[in-house]
């Protein structure tokens, strides 16, 4: 068994996020004729209908989704009409029959119940979503692993027996580390690294950093990214969310996966062995790489990314990171040891101190005080079912958004 396919010889794929910019360069490879035969049956998207509109006459799914229903009404919509209740619309686009692989580009916790579905239906799913993971690990991972049990039950060398090839990482740095780890026994492993461009801000001082404003935040140096995941570099927040998703990805120890900071985002992770030795994986920054070793995993195809030419790149340098400057790092770690009950705080409190950061209602340094008080004030000391995971979040959102900055020290 390798990479699914429908009925008609063709892998199904829905798209959940679409209009994103890891949906759009999802698109840009599986159009790129090269990543396989692929057909994409289901398109979701949130607020953006022209974009989906012109996506939808690209790839004429056979189901579209919108989650704003003003913006559902006005577009014109194929066959299978977006309903209002976006999380089931999402859901029911994920278990479709013609669905083999799911691709997650949305933010927020709004993907889980989608993932959890598409597992249990027995459906590939690659992920760009960190919510799903730093709040619900403990729920999704187990479903990848049954996946993974069930193949390796009939063939141990077939490639889908891991759960990895159930639950695909397309964050670059976890993309990077799984690459490293094919053929690889995680008991060989002693330190997973995972790499940060250090943001815009990695030279700025705690006194400037403290006036930064969304225009700088938003100019990250090397990626180009949504708004969301860009503030989230410039805190090094997105960081610690991967230091979470590690551990769960990995089933690593929370003190055997590190972060060092390399400004030329060449090298976008390591892996070190019990023998000393490192293994990277080194690419231009660009996301189309990941997104394509997902879709088509375990084989490589050629792609559209542009290639690496290390001879134009004289210097890679590495240095560990200030936490003191950036303790969003330390935040999300402390939140990761405490267990779910913390981090489903701490992933919510932190979409709602971004939007607010954006909005120009709280501070740059208002973000990490703000999540770090939802983190004490809602966490809970065992691992939440599906429904707690959810009510924790609308709860933690509302505190969040109403909270004002004068209250947090």
């Known amino acids: 068994m390798t990479a699914p396919k ?3 010889g063709r892998t199904g794929v829905a798209l959940l996020g679409s209009t994103g910019s890891i949906g759009r360069q999802t698109i840009d490879v ?13 398109l979701a998207a949130g607020r953006d209908a022209d974009s989906l509109s012109e996506q939808a006459q690209l790839l004429h ?14 577009l014109q919509l194929p066959v299978g009409a977006a309903r209002d209740d976006a999380p089931d619309a999402l859901t029911q686009m994920a278990t479709r029959d013609d669905v083999d692989l799911v691709i997650i580009a949305t933010g927020g916790v709004v993907s889980l119940r989608p ?13 760009a979503n960190k919510e799903t993971l730093v709040s619900a690990g403990h729920l999704v991972m187990p479903l990848a692993q049954a996946r993974a049990d069930e193949v390796a039950a009939a063939d141990p060398s077939d490639p889908m027996g891991s759960p990895l090839a159930w639950l695909r990482p397309i964050d670059s740095e976890h993309s990077a580390i799984w690459q490293c780890l094919v053929g690889e026994d995680l008991v060989d492993v002693s330190r997973l690294i995972l790499t940060a461009s250090g943001g815009p801000f990695r030279e700025w001082s705690t006194e400037r950093m403290a006036e930064a404003r969304p225009k700088d935040a938003l100019k990250h140096p090397n990626w180009t990214m949504g708004a969301k995941i860009t503030i989230d570099s410039a805190t090094l927040m997105n960081k610690g969310l991967e230091v979470i998703e590690a551990h769960w990805l990995y089933d690593v120890p929370y ?3 590190d972060v060092i900071v390399h400004p030329q985002s060449l090298v976008h992770s390591f892996v070190e062995f019990v023998d000393g030795s490192l293994k990277a994986q080194l690419g231009l920054p660009d996301m189309r790489i990941p997104i394509q070793y997902s879709v088509t995993y375990p084989q490589r195809r050629a792609g559209p990314a542009p290639r690496l030419d290390l001879t134009e790149h004289s210097q890679m340098t590495f240095q560990a990171p ?4 950036f303790p969003a790092i330390s935040i999300a770690r402390a939140a990761g040891a405490a267990g779910p009950g913390a981090t489903a705080a701490l992933i919510a409190a932190d979409d709602i101190a971004v939007e607010r950061f954006l909005a120009g209602e709280l501070s740059y340094p208002g973000m990490a005080r703000l999540v770090a008080a939802a983190i004490d004030r809602f966490s809970v000391d065992h691992a939440p079912a599906l429904e707690e995971l959810e009510a924790i979040d609308a709860e933690v959102r509302g505190w969040a958004r109403a909270l ?4 947090l020290v």
Not at 30 to 42: N, T
Not at 61 to 74: F, G, K, N, T
Not at 115 to 127: E, S, W
């Open 6 to 8: 429908g009925e008609r």
């Open 30 to 42: 599986l159009a790129s004729g090269e990543a396989g035969d692929y057909e994409v049956v289901a």
């Open 61 to 74: 799914p056979q189901v579209v989704s919108l989650a704003d229903p003003e913006a559902a009404r006005r």
């Open 115 to 127: 993932v959890l579905a598409a597992l249990q239906a027995g459906k590939v799913v690659a992920t």
């Open 255 to 257: 003190e055997q996966v």
């Open 322 to 325: 200030d936490l003191e400057r």
């Open 404 to 407: 004002p900055e004068g209250s």
